[in-house]
């Protein structure tokens, strides 16, 4: 983990397309970030993209039962 300290208005680039500008620096304790980058990224809060990754797991677990129990009925369909 690389860590650095950066003044309002100063800029971290991240490769050659992304860049994270500090904007604010509240009570000595928050900062506001900028970010500037393609919109073929994501850019999540770390709670946000918890969310989605179980999010997505959940549709995937369903996706797979909602499979097992369709392939079970067209059986039971055929056998009929």
Same mark, same amino acid.
């Given at each position: 983990?690389? +860590?650095? =300290?950066?003044?309002?208005g100063e800029v971290i680039r991240i490769d050659d397309n992304i860049r994270l500008i500090v904007h604010d620096i509240?009570?000595?304790? +928050?900062? =506001?970030?900028g970010i500037e980058a393609?919109?073929?990224?994501?850019?999540?809060?770390?709670?946000?993209?918890?969310?989605?990754?179980q999010e997505n797991q959940a549709a995937v677990?369903?996706?797979a039962l909602a499979w097992l129990q369709q392939g079970a009925a067209d059986d039971g369909a055929k056998n009929s």
């Open positions: 983990m690389m +860590v650095l =300290r950066r003044k309002i509240e009570h000595g304790k +928050v900062v =506001r970030f393609p919109a073929d990224v994501a850019i999540h809060r770390l709670e946000v993209y918890a969310q989605i990754q677990a369903g996706d």
